[in-house]
């Protein structure tokens, strides 16, 4: 990493962890997928250039994951750092990934800009939606390492 | 309304099958995926059987694979930003030719008409056109004659013209293109700009006649295109005394997501469409009231639907000969055979 775009990123706290319920660990209830969950299996994608997680820096919010169950579909918008951030694609191709490892493959997975909040936001979306490309880009070698490192998480 | 049956459904491929193609005489068919192999399949006692599998032609994803139109030869295009000419002339499928040049993926190849010349689109924004030269007792060679750089953005698709040697592109700058040779210096050229979906153009395809193009798009629409000849009766404006190709129908609502891929039946009129939602659609063109021009306003209304594919369905293509039989390959690994047959 030559200079880091945003000096002085605001960092905020990390959630409590979720609550277990009864219902939870009662195998014969049917528990669906929801936004909590969705959350808790990218809240700890490290960031490309600080050591933080995307949840610590508001990139990821859990109010601003949609999951249908029904529908099989989940969409999550994300916040880049600052308007011009180059890592916007990187980002958003690390939450892809994460999510197409651990779910299931019924799910419409799509990840967004968060409205407003990027100058190149629709070629990022654009890219990002493109499933030609993302599967090009996880054959290369080089692009997986980062992307492995940053899904990989944080040392405790 | 018609009825789609599932004949049968074929596994083997480890992963996501891009593409699949059907041999010209409609008994074979070849596909292709992610796990870098290409399959031929071919039915016997009323199976269909994957009778070679091709594992050494590319070094990652085989996203597309076409049969030329003597059958005798099978194109692959590949993201190792190759593409790979099999045949049988030693008995056994082998790779006798590798097509270089590409600077990244390769995403589409198609075969002309007359079977002398090859078309191939890639990542780097331009499409390629190569001749070929058949030799009877040696190699076969193939020579860039045109590298196209219309497009602005990654090139999707690149389909002939069912008679003529006229290319159509289709773009991730949400353009389809069309190309043909200049008849006094012989230079390849742009002839034609279809602009009107509002994302990435993943498909296309002529119907029988090649004066209609259907195109499809992430925008989750299909469009009906129609050329009109510089003395057409409708009053369309052809500037440079040049064919002008108009859309006179959009087909929107009837798909809930990304459609990747429209085939136009050469042989029954029907259009069949491979959408991100899992499903198969069957559209039949519906015959237009009287006072209504079905080359100015067409219609085309949704006759079956197919359900079968568990993701994601990347491809779809009518057997050239049997006909109501489609063949759809999908993210879940699986190719389906299908027979349409009409209600009425």
Redesign the interface.
């Known amino acids: 990493m030559t200079e880091l775009e945003n000096i002085n990123p605001n960092v905020y706290k990390k959630c409590e962890d979720r609550k277990v319920t009864k219902d939870d660990e009662n195998e014969d209830v049917v528990d669906p997928f929801d936004e909590r969950e969705i959350f808790d299996l990218i809240r700890n994608i490290n960031d490309p250039e600080h050591p933080l997680t995307l949840e610590e820096l508001h990139v990821l919010e859990q109010s601003l994951i949609t999951v249908d169950n029904e529908k099989n579909t989940i969409k999550i918008l994300f916040t880049p750092t600052i308007p011009h951030c180059s890592m916007a694609t990187l980002i958003g191709l690390s939450i892809r990934v994460k999510l197409l490892r651990a779910l299931p493959?019924?799910f419409?997975v799509s990840v967004e800009i968060n409205p407003g909040t990027h100058a190149s936001e629709q070629a990022v979306n654009?890219q990002l939606?493109?499933?030609?490309?993302v599967?090009?880009a996880l054959?290369n070698t080089h692009l997986m390492e980062v992307i492995n490192q940053c899904i990989s998480s944080p040392l405790k | 309304m018609g009825k789609l049956g599932v004949l049968q459904a074929l596994t083997g491929h480890d992963g996501?099958v891009w593409s699949a193609s059907w041999h010209p005489d409609g008994a074979a068919l070849a596909s292709c995926g992610?796990d870098k192999t290409i399959r031929i399949w071919t039915r016997s006692s009323n199976e269909w059987v994957a009778q070679t599998v091709l594992a050494e032609g590319h070094s990652?994803?085989i996203?597309d694979v076409a049969w030329s139109f003597c059958g005798q030869y099978l194109a692959s295009a590949s993201?190792d930003t190759t593409v790979a000419i099999w045949d049988k002339k030693s008995g056994e499928f082998e790779c006798n030719a590798t097509l270089e040049g590409h600077d990244n993926?390769v995403?589409s190849v198609t075969w002309s008409r007359n079977g002398n010349l090859l078309a191939t689109c890639s990542?780097d924004k331009s499409v390629w056109v190569w001749e070929i030269h058949n030799y009877l007792d040696q190699e076969d060679e193939y020579e860039c004659v045109a590298v196209l750089n219309a497009h602005t953005q990654?090139v999707?698709k690149v389909c002939w013209h069912p008679h003529r040697d006229m290319l159509a592109s289709a773009s991730?700058d949400n353009s389809i293109r069309l190309y043909k040779q200049d008849a006094i210096d012989n230079e390849w050229g742009p002839c034609g700009l279809l602009d009107s979906h509002t994302?990435?153009a993943w498909s296309i395809s002529f119907d029988g006649t090649g004066k209609r193009l259907a195109s499809c798009s992430?925008d989750t629409t299909v469009k009906i295109w129609q050329e009109f000849d510089p003395d057409n009766e409708h009053d369309i404006a052809c500037p440079d005394g040049v064919p002008v190709w108009k859309c006179v129908c959009t087909l929107s609502g009837a798909h809930s997501?990304?459609v990747y891929d429209v085939d136009w039946c050469k042989k029954t009129g029907l259009l069949a469409t491979a959408c991100?939602?899992n499903m198969i659609r069957i559209f039949k063109e519906v015959r237009p009231d009287s006072g209504v021009s079905p080359l100015r306003e067409p219609t085309f209304e949704l006759v079956a639907t197919g359900y079968t594919h568990?993701?994601?369905v990347n491809k779809v293509s009518w057997n050239p000969a049997a006909a109501g039989m489609l063949l759809s390959a999908g993210?879940?690994g699986t190719i389906v055979i299908w027979q349409y047959e009409d209600d009425d």
Request: glycine share 0%; charged share 65%.
């Open positions: 493959p019924r419409k654009k939606s493109d499933k030609e490309r599967a090009a054959e | 996501r992610e990652r994803t996203r993201f993926e995403k990542r990654d999707k991730y994302s990435t992430e997501h990304s991100r939602d568990t993701q994601d993210d879940d």
